[in-house]
Each structure stands twice: as C-alpha cells, then as structure tokens.
C-alpha cells in the first residue's frame, strides 16, 4: 500500500469504515473512485495504475473546471467479489459519481454488470481487458478508453506464423476471461494463417508450482504462447528456464509487461527475443509518448518505462476529466450530460488516436514488439510495427465476427 500513500490517495479498502476519508461531495471538490488490485499475485500491477492516474491529474493541475480533484481509492484482491465489493463500498457508502476500474478481467465483467444497476453512476474500465465487458450486453453507463486483450493481440498471430515460422503453438495461460480474450485474439490471426494449436494449459490465478505443465508440454511445438501475469509470469519463466525448456515463447501482453521485464533473476535469458503485442510499447520515440514517460517517471517507484497498467489507467482517468472539463464539472442530471460527452470523446493519448465505437469501447493503435535489451542490462518492449485503429471485431467484418461465438476455454480451436 506504500504507493498510495506516497502520491497521498484516500483510501477506501471494501468494508472500511464510511468515515475514512470520506469522498462525499464538497465544496469546489470533484471526486473520483479508483478500484485497483492491492492484494494478491497482481499487487505491483495495481500499485502502477495509481501511477498514470496521477499522471492524468496532474496535466489537469489537479483541478478540473476550477473544482479540485478528490481521488478514493478501493481495493480489491483480482477477485469479482472483491472488486464489486469495493466499487460498491465508493457508491454507495462514500458517495463517487464516478469510478475508475478494475485492473483484471473478471473483475471489469462483474462491475460492468454492477454498473448496470446504478443507471446513474458513470464507471470508466481500467484495464480489465476481457472481451465480454462491452461486446455482448453492455452496460449503457461504463466506457472502456483502452482496448481490450484480443484486441491487443492484433498482428501477433500473423507475425509468429509469418516471420518467425511456428507452425505448431501450445498455450500456457491463466483460467478466467481476460487470458480467453488474448488468446482468441493470437489465435484468430495465426490459426487463419494455417498454424495449429495442439494443447492449452489453462491454470488457476496465483500457481506456484508449474511443474506438471512444463513436463506435459508436446515435443514437436515450435513455440509456447504465455500469457500469465504478474508473479504468475515470474514463476512460469523461472521454472521452464531451470526445466531446460528450449521451445521459443510467444509472450501475451501481461507476460512482457514491465511489471515482468523488471523482475530478479535469470527470466531474462528465457524472454529476450519474445514477440508480443499490445497497446503500447517501451521503444516508442514520439513526443506524445517522451512526454508521457518523463511525467510517469516523476512518481514514486516507477518502473523504468510505464507499464500497460498505468496507461490504461492514464487513458481512462484523462478522458473523464476531459468529458467533466467541456461541460463545466457538472455531470448533469443523473450524470446523463457527462456519458453524452464521453461518447463522443476522442482525443491523442500518449500512443496515438483514442475515439469509441458503439458500446463504448476503444478504437486505438496496437503495437507489435520484441523483447530487447538496453545497454544498461533492463529489457523492453521494442516496436517491430504499429497496427493503426484497431477495432474490437479486429477487422472482420461483423458476421465474420459473430461466428466466432464467445470466447471461452474451448473457443476458438484450431488442432
């Protein structure tokens, strides 16, 4: 919890007392709910967010429409319960009209059917990326300002197929929604390109021992696509590295995410060279992006370059100050005037062009990279292509994508 309370956050745990920093409304003051991950394997992802939500706050001066900014922060352990838990506890007890978050996918799924049930509350997703959030059954007053985990994946599959030759992919991945929606994505692209899928090996949130898996992996893959996070990558890598696992890796967005790159060991060894994808990139030389990660590097503990954790956050906390700017930090009745103007918001983030489609989902630029090593020893996300405005159907068209079905364990399947 040590970051919240060096960028000096409230904080509001699920469960806590209504008294403790309150965020009822006062005079001149505008406050935000933030729900993030402070508990469990993805802890630094959740401690990262708060990061580029500062970052967000601070271009605004801390201020929006002459109203000083108020955020409260609940936390929740990547559990639907406890970010449900938690995102009630800012509504109904501490008074938010506005919340931001969650971090993990079936978390976003759980709050989204949570916001359908407070018509007048307005939530922005954080970086929950899995599919179903907005594609089926969306809820009219949550936004996604940051794309989701299959979109994320655009080119990856054609690029391991196509320049780098596997035939041949298993998958290691975690069992919930968000890593369903990345490997649908990877595997819509390369399994259309005529590569196969053999095995996936789904596991459970916070697996310590990868053992089994490694030794059932089959012996003719040409690659293993990951697509674990936070201390579930870390122990994965580690373990495959110490098994003398030789298949090359595919990395899922999470799994080379710099909340990875950065940590102890010899995963290095394992990760350099793996292709990846996702909405952002280390390498990254616009000024949009410079300005971004020089303001990201002023908070505390940083990591060397901003994780996708604190841009999705970024992402979502500045397109609501935005929306709240134009119209003069007066939601409207029931908030109605601040989800007009968050529709039809659209502006340059640090990666490119943010706009929305018709369930309030993002249209944004991907990017295709390859782990690299700096001169100094860390590793980054170098950019190999930028996949411009990609858009959550990912380019087929809306039959084409609605034969796929919804995604799942199952789904798709290309043995």
Not at 10 to 38: H, K, M, N, Q, R
Not at 48 to 61: H, P, Q, S, Y
Not at 132 to 148: H, I, L, V
Not at 300 to 308: I, K
Request: proline share 6%.
């Amino acid at each position: 919890m040590n970051i919240i309370r060096k960028l000096g956050f409230a904080l509001a745990l699920a469960g806590a007392p209504a008294a403790l920093d309150s965020a009822l409304a006062e005079d001149g003051t505008i406050s935000i709910g933030v729900v993030s991950i402070f508990e469990g394997p993805f802890t630094v992802q959740g401690q990262d967010t708060l990061r580029g939500v500062e970052v967000a706050v601070k271009e605004f001066g801390g201020t929006v429409a002459g109203k000083k900014i108020k955020l409260v922060v609940g936390s929740s352990d990547s559990t639907p319960d406890s970010a449900v838990r938690a995102t009630r506890k800012l509504v109904e007890q501490d008074g938010v009209e506005f919340v931001i978050g969650p971090l993990s996918g079936d978390e976003g799924i759980a709050v989204k059917n949570y916001a359908a049930t407070k018509p007048n509350v307005t939530f922005l997703n954080g970086t929950s990326g899995a599919q179903e959030t907005t594609m089926r059954d969306p809820a009219p007053n949550f936004f996604r300002f940051g794309t989701d985990g299959a979109q994320w994946m655009a080119g990856l599959g054609r690029y391991a197929y196509d320049n780098k030759g596997y035939r041949k992919v298993a998958v290691v991945a975690e069992d919930y929604s968000f890593p369903y929606t990345q490997v649908f994505g990877f595997m819509s692209e390369f399994c259309a390109a005529g590569g196969k899928v053999p095995e996936k090996f789904w596991v459970p949130i916070g697996t310590k021992d990868y053992s089994s898996v490694i030794a059932a992996m089959p012996d003719d893959i040409d690659a293993v696509f990951v697509d674990l996070g936070g201390a579930d990558s870390v122990n994965f890598l580690t373990q495959y590295l110490q098994s003398g696992g030789s298949a090359p890796l595919v990395g899922g967005t999470v799994t080379v995410d710099q909340t990875v790159l950065t940590a102890k060991g010899r995963i290095r060894d394992v990760l350099i060279g793996t292709p990846s994808a996702g909405p952002l990139a280390d390498s990254l030389d616009t000024p949009a992006w410079n300005a971004f990660v020089t303001a990201y590097k002023a908070q505390p503990d940083a990591f060397p370059t901003p994780s996708l954790f604190a841009h999705g956050y970024y992402l979502n906390a500045k397109a609501l100050l935005l929306a709240l700017d134009m119209i003069g930090g007066e939601p409207g009745d029931g908030g109605a005037k601040l989800r007009s103007e968050l529709a039809r918001t659209t502006f340059d983030g640090p990666t490119g062009r943010v706009s929305l489609d018709e369930n309030r989902n993002a249209i944004a630029d991907i990017f295709l990279t390859e782990v690299a090593e700096n001169q100094d020893g860390t590793l980054y996300n170098k950019l190999v292509k930028v996949v411009p405005q990609v858009n959550q159907k990912l380019g087929f068209t809306p039959e084409a994508f609605a034969a796929f079905g919804a995604v799942s364990r199952e789904n798709p399947s290309c043995q």
